[in-house]
C-alpha cells in the first residue's frame, strides 16, 4: 500500500549509492546474496530468542535489497538478477517467521504456520499475475524499474518490513499479530485475483 510514497522517498539516495558500489565495481548479484546472507543472520539470531539484535542485520538485508536494483540499474539490469531477487526476498519473508517458531514452537507454531500458509498463497496471486502482466505485455512504473511486474495491494514490502521490526521489538505478541498480518495477506490475496478477473477474464490462451 506504501511502497510507491516509500519508493520516491529512498530511490533517490539508493541510486546515488548504487551509482558509487557499481563504479567500485560490485556487482547487483552479489548485493542480493550479501542481504539474504543478513537475512538469514537475522532469522538465526531471532530464533535463538534474540530478536531485538536481530533489528540490524534484518534491517541491513532490507537495505541490500534496495541497493542492488539500484546497482543493476547503474550497470546492467539482467533477467537473472531479477530472478535471484524474487528467490532471494522469498526465502527472507519464509525464514522470519519459521524462525519466531522455531524460538517457541508451543505458542507461536499455529499462528506461523498460518502466516506461511497466507505468505504463500500472497506469493502466488503476485508471481501468477506477474506471469499473465508479462504475456500481455503491461507495464506498471509506479514502483521503479523491476524485472517484474508489481501488482499494487493493501499489503506490500513496506508493510511486511514494519511488521518484521514490530515481531522484533515485540516477540512476545508474535501470535496476535501474525493471526492478523496473515489475514490480512489473504485479504490482499483476494484483491489481487479479483484484479486478475477483470484484468484477464476476456484475454484467450
Known amino acids: ?52 539484535l536481530a533489528l540490524v542485520p534484518l534491517l541491513l538485508s532490507r537495505l541490500a535489497d534496495g541497493l542492488d536494483g539500484a546497482v543493476a540499474r547503474a550497470t546492467r539490469k539482467t533477467d537473472f538478477g531479477g530472478y535471484l531477487d524474487i528467490v532471494a526476498d522469498f526465502a527472507f519473508y519464509g525464514a522470519v517467521p519459521m524462525a519466531f517458531v522455531m524460538a517457541d514452537p508451543a505458542s507461536n507454531g499455529a ?19 506477474a506471469v499473465l502482466a508479462e504475456k500481455n505485455a503491461m507495464q506498471n512504473d509506479s514502483l521503479g524499474s523491476k524485472s517484474l511486474y508489481f501488482t499494487q495491494g493493501l499489503l506490500e514490502g513496506t508493510e511486511t518490513i514494519a511488521f518484521f521490526v514490530l515481531l522484533c521489538l515485540l516477540p512476545g505478541w508474535f501470535s496476535p499479530l501474525a493471526w492478523v498480518f496473515g489475514g490480512l495477506c489473504f485479504v490482499t490475496a483476494v484483491s489481487r485475483v479479483l484484479l486478475a478477473r477483470r484484468t484477464f477474464q476476456d484475454n484467450s490462451d
Do not use: E, K, Q, W
Open 1 to 52: 500500500m506504501f511502497d510507491a510514497v516509500m519508493r520516491r522517498v529512498i530511490d533517490p539516495p539508493l541510486n546515488r549509492l548504487g551509482r558509487v558500489l557499481a563504479g567500485s565495481g560490485l556487482r547487483a548479484d552479489c548485493v542480493t546474496v550479501v542481504g539474504l546472507g543478513l537475512g538469514m543472520v537475522a532469522a538465526a539470531l531471532i530464533a535463538f530468542d534474540h530478536s531485538f
Open 111 to 129: 499462528a506461523g504456520a498460518f502466516l506461511l500458509c497466507s505468505f504463500y498463497v500472497n506469493g502466488t496471486s503476485f508471481l501468477g499475475y
